[in-house]
């Protein structure tokens, strides 16, 4: 029914609350002069009993009494700012109760509950509330965001977070939070318990909830913090056998270590680890340390050998940097004996980026007979995107290219659509440009008319020849 209303007030394109709208259109919304008249006699009790009773009629005649209490009557200013934040939890706690029950709702409610929990943020911000007022928003607060079903998670424990001032009310926050079955909210509670100074409690919380990387990383920096580097490691290397997938962090974090101390042992038991793993990028994170630690210690043999393991396992979007390192680090005889090997990986990589290598290195019929054997449609992720290699070939291959851009133009064609005759009149003018460079502006006019000839019934696509004239 309330949704209803207010889609009637949209409707009407009423900026005034639903309840107002409907007494407008009823005749019973009263000017100032009116209520001034029919409340000409009465005294301070009659007053104060009618505005008692409007605001058992709405929330918006209560927020109007708190307003006006907390610009012009100081003594209870408090009162009525407390008042007011009990008022947006009621608002915010309806809607987050129904999107518990439904699992979601309407955008707009949504909203709504969003605005009345940061204005209570704001509050307990600006203002000296009471923990016995505080902590009675906290634990309704606490009880919808267990329930888990709304969405408004992280919102509210922002919100609850700002409710808890001391360190005893923020222990309070972290306690509840810690029992909870979230990882993610138990690890927030142990830096709860972190910032307030209670190093003992957010150790057991900690360790009850090892579940990342990061979580063991963790564990680690507060050993060393400590001076306890036996157990630093040993909580390194219990992460690297529990978690499963990326462990870069982990090994980001120990392999400096034991370069550090140049305990070549640990690292061997480490690389051994590592390409047990099987993953590339634990690979290429570890390869990574033992590249640079080769090349402190100036061993060639161990510094090819990381780069050419960095080559096989590391990113497309590394590839390119490590080329050049390799080009730069490798002695001539290792690069001209790995050279083709390492084409044929960043081939697998990054087609683009090989084709690129080839063009520069005056192998330019490897990336014509790709482009002639590469029948697939124009689009972005074609590695002749806006002929990025068709354009520079055609200097040294006219005829090639012009049979392909012939092709492509042909291709479009073969299906209407205004997208498609918009390529076929860029490949076209590019043909046009080609052909009158190579001296055969005449068999351009030709084939020209030929193709206009054939293609006469489509009238989008004769309308966009236009621009070839």
């Known amino acids: 029914m309330r949704q209803a209303i207010k889609q009637i007030g949209k409707q009407?394109?009423?900026?005034q609350d639903t309840i107002q709208f409907i007494m407008m259109e009823k005749g019973i919304c009263m000017d100032k002069k009116t209520v001034s008249k029919l409340l000409e006699n009465a005294g301070k009790e009659d007053l104060i009993g009618i505005i008692s009773q409007m605001s058992r009629c709405g929330r918006k005649a209560e927020q109007c009494i708190t307003d006006w209490c907390i610009s012009n009557n100081e003594k209870y200013q408090k009162k009525a700012i407390e008042m007011e934040l009990e008022r947006h939890w009621e608002e915010a706690r309806e809607v987050i109760q129904m999107f518990n029950e439904y699992g979601g709702g309407p955008e707009s409610d949504e909203g709504d509950a969003c605005d009345h929990l940061w204005k209570?943020?704001?509050?307990?911000?600006?203002?000296?509330?009471?923990?016995e007022k505080r902590v009675v928003i906290l634990d309704e607060m606490l009880e919808e965001f267990f329930a888990g079903n709304s969405g408004f998670d992280d919102i509210l424990i922002q919100v609850a977070e700002s409710f808890c001032l001391k360190n005893e009310e923020k222990r309070y926050l972290a306690d509840a939070l810690s029992g909870g079955c979230?990882?993610?909210?138990?690890?927030?509670?142990?830096?709860?318990?972190k910032s307030i100074g209670d190093q003992e409690q957010f150790l057991k919380t900690k360790?009850?909830?090892?579940?990342?990387?990061?979580?063991?990383?963790?564990?680690?920096?507060?050993?060393a913090k400590e001076?306890?580097?036996?157990?630093?490691?040993?909580?390194?290397?219990?992460?690297?056998?529990?978690?499963?997938?990326?462990?870069d962090e982990l090994i980001d974090y120990v392999a400096p270590i034991y370069i550090k101390e140049k305990n070549d042992a640990e690292l061997k038991r480490?690389?051994?680890?590592?390409?047990?793993?099987?993953?590339?990028?634990?690979?290429?994170?570890?390869?990574?340390?033992?590249?640079?630690?080769?090349?402190e210690k100036g061993d060639y043999q161990s510094e090819k050998q990381q780069l050419l393991l960095i080559l096989d396992t590391c990113d497309k979007s590394e590839l390119k940097k490590w080329f050049g390192i390799c080009k730069e680090k490798l002695q001539e005889e290792d690069w001209q004996e790995n050279y083709e090997?390492?084409?044929?990986k960043i081939r697998n990589k990054d087609l683009k980026f090989y084709l690129d290598i080839c063009m520069e290195n005056g192998r330019e019929e490897i990336v014509l007979k790709y482009l002639q054997s590469s029948h697939g449609r124009y689009n972005y992720w074609d590695v002749d995107y806006n002929q990025y290699f068709s354009k520079r070939l055609a200097e040294k291959y006219p005829n090639e290219i012009l049979e392909l851009y012939w092709e492509k133009v042909n291709n479009y064609l073969h299906i209407s659509n205004n997208k498609n005759y918009e390529l076929a009149v860029s490949f076209l003018k590019n043909i046009k440009t080609l052909m009158k460079k190579n001296d055969r502006q005449a068999e351009w006019e030709a084939k020209f008319r030929e193709l206009k000839d054939k293609h006469k019934r489509k009238r989008n696509f004769m309308d966009l020849l236009g621009s070839m004239k």
């Open 182 to 193: 979230s990882g993610y909210y138990r690890g927030y509670a142990a830096q709860i318990y």
């Open 341 to 344: 090997k390492i084409l044929e």
């Open 12 to 15: 009407r394109g009423q900026k």
């Open 207 to 223: 360790l009850a909830n090892l579940q990342y990387g990061s979580d063991y990383v963790e564990i680690a920096r507060y050993y």
């Open 227 to 247: 001076g306890n580097q036996k157990k630093e490691l040993e909580y390194i290397w219990k992460g690297l056998e529990a978690c499963t997938g990326r462990l």
């Open 270 to 295: 480490l690389h051994q680890f590592v390409l047990k793993t099987k993953w590339d990028f634990n690979i290429f994170a570890l390869a990574k340390h033992l590249y640079g630690y080769a090349d």
């Open 120 to 131: 209570m943020d704001e509050i307990v911000k600006s203002h000296d509330i009471s923990w």
